[in-house]
């Protein structure tokens, strides 16, 4: 919360100083006359070249942050099938397996987000638990016909909880590239320096409405840096799907 209040805060101070101290370096010649149509056009460009790229960071950290929601949907759905298939199995599998994916989906909501979060990688101890659940699911022998189908389909479900969770262990890494960094930032400089490129006077007005630019600018950047990387940040993807998973294992059960 102190950060959402700094970043802002701090943007709107910066630019204030940049407006105040920039009236006093600029030539002459920059500041307003009574044909000041030159300034509002360098103040609208920029405006233009802000926003157009600031709207493109926002879509792709969205498009990157909905693709990692998906792939946790896709893995807790995955699970739930594989519960239902060893449900059926005879014991001592039909305990084993299931025993095996409560543990893995608790170690990724406990264990592996926590890690996700602070290290950007994957655990290696949940890993190691589904490697077990894997070998424990095709170690299952029965003449059974009924018993071979759930065994099946449980490898089935297996390959895509895999299948997701490198999806999601890829979506772990993933980040903005610098290059549009580069872009956003020097749009944002280009903003803040928008008062003294236009010719405005320092008045009260000028200066609450320049403060006014900072504070909207910083919230900005704030957004896009917590919408940033999935796992980790300010705004992190939900755990909820693998909850929910962990609450249908016990109405299975």
Same mark, same amino acid.
């Given at each position: ?30 500041? #307003? @006359? ?34 990692? #929601?998906? #792939? ?47 290290? #950007? ?14 070998? @424990? ?15 099946? @389909? ?48 320092? @008045? ?50």
């Amino acid at each position: 919360m102190v950060l959402q209040l700094a970043v802002p805060i701090a943007a709107a101070v910066l630019a204030v100083i940049v407006f105040v101290v920039g009236d006093r370096v600029r030539p002459s010649a920059w500041r #307003h @006359t009574e044909d000041d149509s030159p300034g509002a056009l360098v103040v609208e460009l920029i405006n233009t070249l802000f926003l157009a790229v600031a709207a493109f960071v926002v879509v792709i950290c969205w498009q990157q942050y909905d693709n990692a #929601h998906n #792939h946790t949907v896709a893995e807790s759905k995955a699970l739930v099938d594989v519960y239902w298939a060893a449900h059926g199995m005879p014991e001592p599998d039909h305990s084993r397996i299931q025993g095996l994916i409560k543990d893995y989906t608790e170690s990724v909501v406990t264990e592996e987000w926590t890690t996700m979060d602070r290290d #950007h990688k994957m655990s290696q101890s949940t890993q190691d638990i589904l490697d077990s659940l894997r070998d @424990t699911v095709a170690a299952v022998q029965s003449p059974d016909s009924d018993v071979t189908d759930l065994r099946a @389909t449980a490898l089935a479900g297996l390959d895509a909880v895999a299948q997701a969770r490198q999806d999601r262990a890829l979506d772990t890494n993933l980040g903005m590239p610098g290059f549009l960094y580069t872009a956003l930032w020097f749009t944002v400089v280009l903003l803040l320096f928008s008062g003294v490129l236009s010719g405005a006077a320092v @008045t009260l007005r000028s200066v609450l409405m320049t403060g006014l630019l900072g504070v909207v600018v910083g919230t900005a950047v704030l957004a896009i840096y917590n919408l940033d990387r999935p796992f980790s940040g300010g705004n992190i993807v939900s755990k909820d799907a693998f909850e929910l998973a962990l609450s249908r294992y016990q109405h299975i059960t």
